[in-house]
């Protein structure tokens, strides 16, 4: 029970950045292109990601790798 509620928690944009490795600013913007996870609102200037979302995000870009890297 205890990793569902780990996988499932909302991140706050300083640790989406960290997880993923990149500016606050290539969140934004991939998310806006649809390329990244939508937030979700949790106050009137508060906004997180759920850490599923994003975590499932980075599994699929890592797949994506090693598909480009044994085609080319």
């Known amino acids: ?3 569902i509620e780990e996988t499932d928690r909302v991140l706050r ?3 989406v950045v960290a997880l993923v490795r ?3 600013a290539s969140i934004y913007k991939w998310e806006k292109k ?3 996870p ?3 609102q949790l106050g009137p200037r ?3 990601w759920r850490r599923s979302d994003v975590l499932k995000w980075l599994d699929a870009r890592s797949r ?3 598909d480009n890297a044994t085609s080319a």
């Open 1 to 3: 029970m205890r990793a």
């Open 13 to 15: 944009c300083s640790d």
């Open 22 to 24: 990149v500016c606050r």
């Open 34 to 36: 649809g390329l990244f």
């Open 38 to 40: 939508k937030r979700i």
């Open 46 to 48: 508060v906004v997180g």
């Open 64 to 66: 994506n790798a090693g």
